[in-house]
């Protein structure tokens, strides 16, 4: 099973490695990072990076693809150099999946067109711009697609590919394996239960870091 997660700069770590952590562990699965080029692809704090070994035309036909998201998915929404390898690779992929907004990279290519998915609860009006029908689920499944919601779904989504892939038993041991028992000291983690103080402090962090983006010093 040959497993793609496609880099780009200012991606979010945890959108691809935790996906990675659990994937790797699946029978004759291999997991590769493709970039626009071979090398370093620096995240979205542009400390940490990853190591793509290859370019995505490297990979046009992988069983499994795994988009993930960060501020940096926002510039690549007319890159039809990676749109167009999102779209013939979801051509002949068993599953296509994403993590935050990894989906809005899915939805500029046209894969969710109509389609019920999820993203990062900030991008939610940006998806359904790009087609696709929001949803606050933090797991959506539509046929062989699956969307996950903010950076820590990543995990769950996996789990869930896991299963599908290679049955209920293995996710769990894998799940056991990572020892993933979340139990998060505050219940902050949706904007459905944060304070509102926290909610707004979180938007204005996220508008603080596009402007940023947008306008480099």
Known sequence: MEIVIPLYERFTALDAVGPYQVL??????????????????????LVLGLLAEGRWEDCGSPDVIVVPGGIGSRAHLADERLLGWLRGAHETSAWTTSVCTGSLLLAAAGILEGLEATTHWLAMDRLADLGARPSRQRVVEQGKIITAAGVSSGIDMA???AERAAGTEAAQAVQLAIEYDPQPPFDAGSPDRAPAAVVELVRRAQQAEERTVANPA
């Open 24 to 45: 790797r562990h699946l029978p004759e699965a291999r997991v590769r990072f493709l970039g626009p080029e071979a090398g370093t692809i620096m995240c979205d704090d």
């Open 159 to 161: 789990l869930r590919l």
